[in-house]
Structure formats: C-alpha cells, structure tokens
C-alpha cells in the first residue's frame, strides 16, 4: 500500500476516535418541582461534566442531543436543569440514562497523560512481551483506579504511574508492570 493509502487509513482511524461517544456520567434521581436532576458524573472533579453546554443522552439506542439549561453543585453532587425536563414527572423518565459527549470534545491531555476511554480495548502486555488480554474497562475505588484487564485471566491492575510502562495508541498496545500469574487465585 502507498503512503498515501497508510495516510488515509491513519486520518480515518483519527477521525474515527475523535467521533466516539466518551460517556461522563448518567442521570439519577429527580431533584426539586421544577424537572432537575441528580447527576452521577464519572468526571474529574464531579462538576467538569457541566463544562458541556449540550450532553448526548442514550434513549432507545440512540444518542440524542439535550441543551444543559443549568447545573450547579450542591452538598450531595452535580445539579442539573435539562431543556426539555420541566417536571418531576418527565425527571424520572430520565434515571439511568447515560450522559455522553463526542471524544473530539474533550480538552487535549498533556504529553503522557491519557483518559481512560483513549486505553480501553487496548492490548495489555507485561514489559516481557507476554499477553495480559484486552483493557476492558476501569474501576474507581477508594484505593484509587484499578484497570480490568480480560483475557485468559481477569486481572485488576492498580492504575498506578509505576504499573504503566508504555502506551502506544497507535499500535493499540499499553505495556503494564504486571505478570501473567500475579494476584489470580
């Protein structure tokens, strides 16, 4: 193939990621008379996924686009007033749906630094070359974040700076300090 050709397939691979839905949180509980909402924001902090002005939500398998009228912080999390959503009633129409934005809307990480979606379905290696499986998907917990990596085994790696060796996007591979038989009985 042609360097134009690898070109092509390099530009449509990016443009292809920068296009998928990077989900930040989901609805929860109706708050108040007036159609607000409680917020489970997966963000970091809480309140960045009221930075988007207009959030995709997944009804019926589909992403549909919804204005963010307002959102605020209070004691107990994120806030928010969602065109469209005027009663408690049409508020609870709402829990569970999940809150999404387009991967191309994000800010830029610094050189090193990764969002978890960019790591999911990558290939997990140990520094030796040998194959953990795929990076499944991540956990939050007390202790910090822990990466689910499933192949032969399951493996809960703690997402520590220490524990990643490597990260190639491009290649589709993040090298982990972990063995093959590590913590799995």
Do not use: C
Not at 27 to 43: C, D, E, L, N
Not at 79 to 92: N, Q, T, V
Request: net charge negative; glycine share 12%; hydrophobic share 40%.
């Amino acid at each position: 193939m042609s360097d134009e050709g690898d070109r092509r397939i390099d530009e449509a691979g990016a443009q292809a990621a920068a296009d998928r839905w990077v989900v930040l949180g989901k609805i929860g509980s109706p708050f108040g008379v007036q159609g607000w909402v409680r917020i489970t924001s997966y963000t970091d902090p809480l309140d960045n996924i009221l930075d988007y002005d207009r959030w995709h939500l997944l009804r019926a398998g589909q992403w549909e686009a919804v204005e963010v009228e307002d959102g605020r912080m209070n004691a107990k999390g994120v806030l928010a007033k969602l065109a469209g959503i005027d009663s408690p009633e049409d508020a609870r129409l709402q829990v569970g749906v999940e809150i999404a934005v387009r991967r191309s809307e994000l800010p830029p990480t610094a050189p090193g630094e990764y969002y978890w979606s960019d790591l999911e379905g990558l290939e997990a290696l140990t520094p030796g070359g040998e194959s953990l499986g795929r990076v499944d998907h991540f956990r939050s917990t007390p202790g910090g974040a822990i990466a689910v990596v499933r192949g032969a085994r399951e493996h809960w790696i703690p997402l520590v700076k220490d524990r990643i060796v490597k990260v190639d996007l491009a290649a589709g591979r993040i090298v982990l300090d972990w063995g093959v038989d590590w913590l799995d009985d």
